[in-house]
C-alpha cells in the first residue's frame, strides 16, 4: 500500500498522544524498499519519524527490532531510534520516534588518524561488546560460525539455481566459503548493515574535524549474533587504505575479544555477497524488475574481479606494519568529560535526552535521519515535499484512521481504503516555510525539484568526511 504523507502525518497523531502535526516532509525511497517513511513536525517545533510497513514480513521484523532497540538503548553511548508510539495497519504497525539530530558520513571522503576514523572503530566495538543475551532475548537469529559458513554456502546454491550469478563468481565465493580456516570467528551482536546514511555524527566545533562525535546508529532491520565482518563491509570497500588501518587499529583496541586475523577478508567477502542476499530477497518476492537489476550488477561485478589467490591478512588492528604501528593519539572524544552512558553530563539528563526523547542540545529541524531505505532530502528538494498541513484535512484523516473500521495494536478489522487527501490551501499562516500544498499521491516519490527556507547552518569542515550533499 502507498500512503501519502498526509497520511502518514495522520497516523503518527494517532500513535503518539499529544503530536499535533503542522508540517510534513516526505523521504525518496530505493526501488527495493520495505517501509515507507515521512518527517513529521509538530506544533512545537521537534521533528518525529514515521516508518510504516509496506509488507507483512517487513512489519513482523519492524516489531522485532522495536524489542531490540528497548533492550540496547542504556548499554551504548549513541542514541538509537526510541519509539514513542505505534499504531495498527494491515501490514503490522507504524513507528513514531523522535527524529535523532546528526549528519550522515560519507565513507569514501573519510579522514584516517584521530577523529571520526578512530571514532567510527570505537562506535563498532561498542555495538560487538554488546550481551549477546540481549539479541537473544529479542529473538533475533544467533549463529555460530559453521553455521553461518554453511547458511551462506546454502544461500550460494539458490542462487546458483537462478542463472543469474556468473560462474567465475560462484567458484570464487565457494572456494572461499569452503576454507574453514577462514571462518573461525567469535559470533559477535552485529547492525548487520552500517553504512554511511546509517552513522549520524556532530561536531563539538565545526570548524575542527577532530571533534566529530557519532551522535546515533539508525537502521537495525538485519541486527543479528554472528560474524562481526559483516559490519566492515561498507568501510573496507569505500574507505581509503590509510582511513581502514585507523578504524580496524582504534576498534581492536576497544574491544573485549580480540578481532580474528581474517576479519577483512570476509568484509569483502561479505559486500560482494549483498548482491546475492538481494538477488534472492527479489526472486522471493517476485520482483522481476529488481532481478534483472541486481543480475546486471552481478555481470559488473564479474568484470571487475580479479581472481588471485587473496594476500595473507596481519591480524586486525595490527595494520600493514604489525605490531609497530604506533597507538593513535587521544582524541576529543577521549578528552570529554562523560557520564556512564557516554554522554555530556553538562548538557543532557542521566538518559542523554529531556523526557521526550529528544535531544536538548541540539535543534530538532537540522538534519533527516533517513534509515537504509531512504535517501537523504536535498535543501533545494524539500519545496515540492513539504507541505504545511491544513487543519480540516489533518482532521479528516485523523477520523478515518480511528474509525471502527481501522486497524489497531489490538488487532485489524476489516480493512478499507484511504481516499487521497483532497488538495485545498490552508487556512491559517504557514509557519517556517511557505506551503507547498499536500503531497502528490500515487506511486513512492521520485526526486523532485523546488525550494524550501529554514535554519541557516555551518558548513562542515571540508576534510570531515561528511557528505556536502546532505549539509543544511
Partial sequence: MTRTPLQLAALASSAVPGLDPAAVQAATAAADHYYEVAFVTDSQQRMWVVRAPVTAAAGAQMDTTVVLLGLIARRLPFAVPAPRGFVGVPEGRVVVYPHISGRPINFAALPPGPGLAAELGRTLAAIHNLDRALFDEASLPVYDSETYRTRRLADLDRAA????????????????????????????????????????????????????RVRGITGWDDAQVADPAEDFAAIVTQCEEETIETVLEAYANSRVERPDAHLRRRARLAAELRLLTSLLTAVSA????????????????????????DE?????????????????????????????????????????????????????????????????????????????????????????????????????????????????????????????????????????????????????????????????
Avoid: C
Fill in 161 to 212: 539455481a537462478t542463472g543469474h550469478v556468473p560462474t567465475a563468481l560462484l567458484s570464487r565465493w565457494e572456494r572461499a566459503l569452503e576454507d574453514v580456516s577462514m571462518w573461525r570467528f567469535a559470533p559477535t551482536p552485529v547492525h548487520g548493515d552500517i553504512n554511511g546514511d546509517q552513522v549520524l555524527v556532530g561536531f563539538e566545533d565545526p570548524d575542527d574535524v577532530m571533534t566529530g
Fill in 312 to 472: 595473507p591478512e596481519q591480524p586486525a588492528g595490527l595494520g600493514r606494519h604489525g605490531a609497530g604501528v604506533l597507538p593513535l593519539r587521544e582524541s576529543a572524544f577521549d578528552r570529554e568529560q562523560l557520564d556512564d552512558e557516554g554522554f555530556d553530563e553538562e548538557h543532557l539528563d542521566e538518559e542523554g535526552f529531556d523526557e521526550e526523547g529528544f535531544d536538548e542540545d541540539e535543534e530538532q529541524l537540522d538534519d533527516l535521519d533517513v534509515g537504509e531505505d531512504t535517501q537523504p532530502i536535498s535543501a533545494e528538494h524539500l519545496g515540492e515535499l513539504t507541505a504545511v498541513i491544513p487543519q480540516d484535512e489533518l482532521d479528516r484523516i485523523r477520523r478515518d484512521t480511528a474509525s471502527d473500521d481501522a486497524y489497531s495494536d489490538d488487532g485489524p478489522a476489516a480493512p478499507t481504503e484511504t481516499e487521497p487527501p483532497e488538495t485545498e490551501p490552508p487556512e491559517t499562516e504557514p509557519t517556517g516555510s511557505e506551503p507547498t500544498g499536500p503531497e502528490p499521491t500515487g506511486p513512492e516519490p521520485t526526486e523532485p525539484s523546488g525550494t524550501t527556507t529554514g535554519p541557516v547552518t555551518k558548513k562542515p569542515p571540508s576534510d570531515s568526511g561528511i557528505d556536502s550533499d546532505t549539509w543544511r
Fill in 286 to 309: 517476485g520482483r522481476r524488475d529488481l532481478i534483472r537489476a541486481y543480475a546486471v550488477d552481478l555481470r559488473d561485478l564479474d568484470e571487475r574481479t580479479i581472481d588471485e589467490p
